[in-house]
């Protein structure tokens, strides 16, 4: 990015809390097993439901387990797995949307009607339903988002591709008789490709709270895997006598969510004002 770009996010007060925010968030996740001062899993019933104290400064959960340390183990899972999404969504979408905009004819069109039929659904309730088939699980929740969520992206890089096509310097690759999958991989994926990586970074907010929906209802990550979802559903039981163990997670999924949300809208309008927006669904 140059400097008139960074000169319009570092303006905002906001932006500026927001990027160090997740910066903070990144760092934790990194060095979550030097910075936690427990192991996350260990359970402890005589210090079960424990108040915040010097030993442990959040408190323990029902199984006697120190919150603070779950919670930075949980800045690693669900950062992590959220990366590992984003990262397939757009190796898939990338590809898919890249031949079928630069083929077109019957290859485009079976595409488009496949995709027509994935963006019925909402990509949250196709991804319970996948997982409802296959049962819960890290790879389980790893696919499903990825089945759920890629269509978007490549319908999105599509358009880019067909765009792209009609450019001068694509004709004449094409009258110099340089093979489809040469102009494909030299020319089209490296003008499309960092738009679409920050697009996937601006949506990452929305990748990590669809991920700690599906933990929360049951069907994502699975206990003991301190997941900031799977803390919350760990949690439901013990809402009225212990509020503070719903709280803890919950804030963290909000905050993170409202940084990359607040970070991507800044960076979209420093890029570009008019710019497409994406909504997925």
């Not at 960074?6 to 925010?21: D, P």
């Not at 996740?29 to 079960?48: E, G, Q, R, S, T």
């Not at 949690?235 to 709280?247: A, H, Q």
Request: with cysteine; aromatic share 8%.
């Amino acid at each position: 990015m140059d400097s008139a770009v960074w000169k319009k996010l570092i303006a905002s007060k906001l932006t500026l809390i927001s990027g160090m925010l997740l910066l903070a968030m990144l760092v934790v996740a990194v060095l979550a097993p030097w910075l936690a001062p427990h192991d996350p899993n260990n359970i402890d019933l005589a210090h079960k439901l424990q108040k915040p104290s010097a030993a442990y400064w959040l408190g323990t959960d029902h199984l006697g387990r120190d919150i603070v340390s779950r919670l930075i183990h949980g800045t690693k899972i669900s950062l992590g797995i959220a990366f590992i999404v984003m990262v397939l969504i757009v190796i898939v979408s990338v590809t898919v949307g890249t031949v079928s905009g630069y083929i077109g004819g019957v290859a485009d069109r079976i595409f488009m009607r496949f995709c027509d039929m994935l963006m019925a659904f909402p990509s949250l309730i196709l991804s319970l339903a996948m997982l409802g088939i296959l049962g819960p699980g890290v790879g389980n929740v790893v696919f499903a988002m990825v089945m759920s969520y890629w269509v978007w992206y490549a319908r999105w890089i599509r358009g880019m591709v067909m765009t792209a096509k009609q450019q001068n310097y694509i004709v004449a690759a094409k009258i110099a008789g340089t093979p489809g999958y040469k102009i494909m991989l030299l020319h089209i994926v490296p003008n499309i490709l960092p738009p679409t990586i920050v697009l996937a970074t601006l949506n990452l907010g929305s990748i990590i709270l669809s991920i700690s929906g599906l933990s929360f209802l049951g069907l994502g990550i699975q206990p003991p895997v301190p997941e900031w979802g799977a803390m919350l559903n760990d949690s439901k039981p013990f809402l009225k006598s212990n509020p503070l163990m719903m709280l803890y997670p919950g804030l963290c999924i909000l905050l993170v969510v409202m940084a990359f949300n607040f970070v991507g809208d800044a960076l979209r309008d420093a890029i570009d004002p008019r710019q497409e927006r994406i909504e997925v669904k």
